[in-house]
Structure formats: structure tokens, C-alpha cells
């Protein structure tokens, strides 16, 4: 069975959607860093539940808030310690769902938005390894690590369980 591209027009609607997704993830994520940056020098962050250290801001009750947080890896930081294989994966990653999302059918529309989703998500995460690597420069490790890391700031937990879900974006 042979499997067609979609439509030229409807490949250009998917793309614009992922670019518009892109600039708004990392326009959150600008946001959201600077106010948490804010509240961190005027002492409006508070320490987790957890006692883990960790300072946020909780939004709602104790288990969702925002905390900032710089992702060096990938997967709650598996990989931080091979960043050329990572970054080099990322792009296959782009490079492969670009091709599932030229090829999706228009009769699978879910799966699609969830291609148009994972893309968007993970050419977000490649804009902040390879574009922001030297404006998120904040210690030592980030100095000698070829790469930006990722920022994370959504920060979920749940009371009463000995665990800390990863922060994510």
C-alpha cells in the first residue's frame, strides 16, 4: 500500500500551527522564567513540600506550581552526561516527525494533533539547546556543556506520596 503526502495547502496549515505552538512555548516560557526570577529576588518563592529544596511558586494548593528549572538532559535528565547524542537525537526526532506530519492523512485528525503537539514541544526544547545555550549560563556546569539545557518550569506534586514528579514544560 503506497502512502501519499498530504495536500501542499495542508501541510502549510500543519506547519504554521507548529510555528505558532513554538513561539507561544517559548513565549511562556520567557514569561514565566522572568517572573519566577522576580519573585526569587523579592523572596516570593517558597520552599516545596517535599523538602527537596526546591523553591516555587504554588498555584494551586500544594500540588501544582511553577519552579525554575534548567533541564540539561532529557526525560526528567536522563543524557545530560551525552549532550552531542542528544541534541543530535533531538534533530532526527524533528526530522522524523516533519516527515510523519508532511505524511499524515487528513482522515487521522487526532493523530495528527498530536504529531503537530510532540513537533512543536520538541522544536521548542531544540531552540533552547542550541539558541539559548549562552543566555542560560548560571553556573559552572552549564559554562563547559556545549548546549543550552532546557527550561522546565511546570511543577506537579502530590501530598502523601514519598515522590516528586519531574518538572516539565
Not at 41 to 62: F, K, N, Q, S
Not at 148 to 168: E, K, L, M, Q, S
Request: charged share 15%; hydrophobic share 50%; aromatic share 14%.
Amino acid at each position: 500500500m503506497q502512502h501519499s503526502f498530504a495536500p501542499s495547502g495542508l501541510i502549510a496549515r500543519r506547519l504554521a500551527i507548529v510555528l505558532v505552538l513554538v513561539v507561544l512555548d517559548l513565549w511562556s516560557k520567557q514569561v514565566v522564567f522572568d517572573w519566577l526570577e522576580h519573585l526569587g529576588e523579592t523572596g516570593g518563592l517558597v520552599a516545596d513540600p517535599c523538602a527537596r529544596g526546591h523553591m516555587r511558586v504554588p498555584l494551586v494548593g500544594e500540588w501544582f506550581a511553577f519552579m525554575l528549572t534548567l533541564n540539561p538532559g532529557a526525560a526528567f535528565g536522563q543524557f545530560g552526561d551525552f549532550p552531542h547524542l542528544l541534541v543530535w537525537g533531538r534533530v532526527g526526532a524533528c526530522l522524523f516527525l516533519l516527515w510523519l506530519l508532511v505524511r499524515a492523512p487528513s482522515t487521522r485528525p487526532w493523530n495528527t494533533t498530536a504529531l503537530v503537539l510532540v513537533f512543536a514541544g520538541a522544536l521548542g526544547n531544540l531552540w533552547d539547546n542550541l539558541v539559548r545555550a549562552r543566555d542560560l549560563v548560571l553556573d559552572e556546569w552549564y559554562r563547559d556543556h556545549p548546549y543550552g539545557p532546557v527550561r522546565d518550569f511546570i511543577d506537579v506534586y502530590f501530598a502523601g506520596i514519598p515522590w516528586h514528579f519531574p518538572t516539565f514544560n
